[in-house]
């Protein structure tokens, strides 16, 4: 019998990809010239991927083998080509390569990645037609959505570690709310690279974007992002205002026992959950870098922000989303360094609004009215009015929450410097285009003056003298004065005015004492303020303590006066005391005070350094997102 040609191999324990074999006949380097057969590479990429292998494969590399070179190039060129399903495996392949190699630590980091991706020689044309394949692949939006996402994928690795600013040119097509908030996140990268040493092309562009439909994509895309956030604060602990029910009705008139019981659900209180809310926000909050680079940058951008509407998919305006998302921010923001971050970048975002006058005019205009869900996760609460109101309104509510929930020994003055100065610049505007507002202002001055018995309080905390306390102290002292001063022009009733003035009788002990406990502050302030008093014949007023002082001492020489004269027990009733306050309005002479309705306008060069800080957690962020895609 002819014995066969035919020889048989034993059978493998276990099958391979055949892209896997691939992978080791290129890394090997068996074959010299085999990363120049063209068969080779079109076998290469007519398979796809296994991303797994190739990850272990790339990790295994050395900077000097120059077979990742030629890997870069051809799947460049392919995607150039635009074949399918070639050039879809060809992104995929750069997506993994790059978040592997960028990833690394090198000796020389910028030269080795260089060298790995493209060689020194080679590096501009590289990556010129790297950009220009890019470019080419979003223009053409032949494979819309997947490739979309393996640009901006892979735009948020090179960004990640290189940011090279000649990729300014590529443009994005903006349709899906998923790639535009990526899309924003990349931008914000790309526009925060080195833009405080270098002209930045990119942050050119957000000024020259003019496009109103792909602005409105974008705002949409954000509110989309902002509501997911606010979510996973939600999900751990559920605080919507609970409605009147027959149950809350009878509690509240004292007939509790007659409410009929239902079985209670336990509730794992806030307490117990510090370490999950200390994770908080989502990595995906790194889109608010691009927000703010948008904000500052482009004014069209903010006015669609502020008076977009929602899709018919969504049930919240992009601004309400926000602006819910930044009260949950800033009600946790004591919890982490990174929360407290965000939050201080969510307050300049909202402080550019408010120092440009037409746009502070479309925050506190009567017809622009938004329902925000404010966070309710923690005592003390605001009371819930779910109408529609001017955005102002619930701006003023955040920050009222802000500083009621952030209180520490430790304070975070950076946070309270933002804070009330946001205070100061709504109330300097409300003051100045004499706008009345309808608000719970007795819960702004009660925060505010319970606010000053903190400081004093833990005043020994700020013993060494800390360079930032008088950034706190002059707009916290104008926006009381402020109030006194200018009320009538923005409170909605004269009964306001009265509770303001009522309150700092009761602060009276207080108002002194923190003059002098703050006095080395207050003289530093005094000098720099630039506020100037007229001679006044009730004494004089060097500053705005000294205002608030003498008009809570002239207060209480009336109520000292009419006890004299039998008409006061030793304890009056607020009614009594509101009725002579509003007498001795007569009497009362303020003196005329300068500067307290002026703030310094923001300087993006004053926040550099923490404007840096957000932008390398915003990196980390984005490195996080990368992994968990």
């Known amino acids: 019998m002819e014995v066969s040609p035919l020889t048989q191999h034993e059978r493998p324990r276990s099958f391979e990809p055949k892209i896997a074999r691939l992978y080791d006949d290129l890394f090997r380097q068996e074959d010299e010239n085999l990363a120049d057969s063209d068969g080779f590479w079109r076998e290469f990429f007519l398979l796809k991927p296994d991303k797994l292998r190739l990850k272990q494969?790339?990790?295994?590399?050395?900077?000097?083998?120059?077979?990742?070179?030629?890997?870069?190039?051809?799947?460049?060129?392919?995607?150039?080509?635009?074949?399918?399903?070639?050039?879809?495996?060809?992104?995929?392949?750069?997506?993994?390569?790059?978040?592997?190699?960028?990833?690394?630590?090198?000796t020389n980091q910028s030269a080795d990645i260089i060298a790995i991706v493209a060689g020194l020689d080679e590096v501009d044309p590289v990556f010129v037609e790297f950009a220009t394949a890019l470019e080419g692949v979003i223009r053409s939006g032949r494979t819309g959505k997947k490739h979309d996402l393996f640009y901006v994928n892979m735009l948020m690795k090179l960004v990640q570690e290189t940011s090279d600013t000649r990729l300014s040119t590529l443009p994005c097509r903006l349709h899906p709310t998923e790639i535009a908030s990526k899309t924003l996140l990349v931008l914000g990268l790309l526009a925060n690279y080195n833009k405080f040493e270098l002209r930045n092309l990119y942050r050119l562009r957000l000024e020259d974007f003019v496009n109103e439909a792909t602005i409105r994509r974008i705002v949409l895309a954000l509110g989309v992002s902002m509501s997911k956030c606010r979510d996973h604060y939600v999900a751990l602990q559920e605080d919507i205002a609970e409605g009147w029910t027959l149950s809350s009705t009878l509690n509240y008139i004292g007939l509790g026992v007659l409410a009929p019981t239902r079985p209670g659900t336990p509730v794992q209180r806030i307490d117990d959950k510090k370490e999950d809310f200390g994770d908080l926000p989502d990595p995906s909050v790194a889109v608010l870098l691009g927000t703010y680079d948008f904000t500052i940058a482009n004014k069209v951008f903010c006015f669609n922000l502020i008076s977009s509407v929602a899709d018919a998919k969504l049930t919240e305006n992009p601004f309400s989303a926000f602006l819910s998302f930044t009260s949950y921010l800033l009600h946790h923001a004591y919890r982490s360094s990174r929360a407290t971050m965000y939050g201080l970048l969510n307050l300049l975002i909202l402080r550019i609004m408010v120092e440009d006058m037409a746009l502070c005019k479309s925050l506190c205009d009567p017809e622009t009215t938004t329902s925000v869900r404010l966070c309710r996760q923690r005592q003390?609460?605001?009371?819930?009015?779910?109408?529609?109101?001017?955005?102002v309104i619930p701006i003023l509510n955040i920050l009222i929450d802000t500083v009621n929930h952030n209180l520490r020994r430790h304070l975070d003055v950076q946070l309270y410097i933002s804070t009330v100065g946001l205070i100061h610049r709504i109330l300097s505007y409300l003051a100045f285009t004499r706008t009345r507002l309808s608000y719970h202002w007795s819960l702004l001055w009660q925060t505010l003056l319970s606010f000053l018995r903190f400081l004093i309080t833990y005043a020994s905390d700020f013993a060494t003298r800390d360079p930032e306390l008088p950034n706190l102290l002059k707009p916290f002292l104008a926006t009381l004065a402020l109030a006194v001063t200018a009320g009538e022009s923005f409170l909605p009733d004269p009964g306001a005015y009265d509770d303001l003035f009522y309150k700092l009788v009761e602060a009276s002990d207080f108002l002194t004492r923190f003059k002098k406990t703050f006095a080395s502050y207050i003289d530093h302030l005094d000098g720099t303020v630039g506020i100037q008093s007229a001679?006044?014949?009730?004494?004089?007023?060097?500053?705005?303590?000294?205002?608030?002082?003498?008009?809570?001492?002239?207060?209480?020489?009336?109520?000292?006066?009419?006890?004299?004269?039998?008409?006061?027990?030793?304890?009056?009733?607020p009614r009594e005391v509101s009725k002579i306050i509003r007498q001795g309005y007569e009497t009362l002479n303020l003196p005329s005070m300068e500067g307290l309705d002026t703030w310094d306008r923001f300087k993006e060069g004053e926040e550099r350094g923490m404007l840096k800080r957000a932008a390398r957690v915003a990196v980390e962020d984005s490195k996080r997102l990368m992994k968990s895609a």
């Open 380 to 391: 003390p609460f605001l009371p819930a009015n779910p109408t529609p109101r001017p955005p």
């Open 535 to 573: 001679p006044s014949t009730s004494g004089p007023a060097s500053g705005p303590i000294d205002l608030l002082i003498q008009v809570s001492a002239h207060y209480h020489e009336l109520v000292q006066a009419e006890r004299d004269k039998g008409r006061l027990g030793n304890n009056p009733s």
């Open 57 to 106: 494969r790339l990790n295994d590399l050395q900077p000097d083998d120059h077979e990742t070179q030629q890997l870069f190039s051809r799947a460049v060129q392919q995607i150039r080509v635009g074949t399918g399903p070639m050039d879809e495996n060809a992104l995929d392949t750069l997506t993994v390569f790059l978040g592997v190699i960028l990833a690394k630590r090198y």
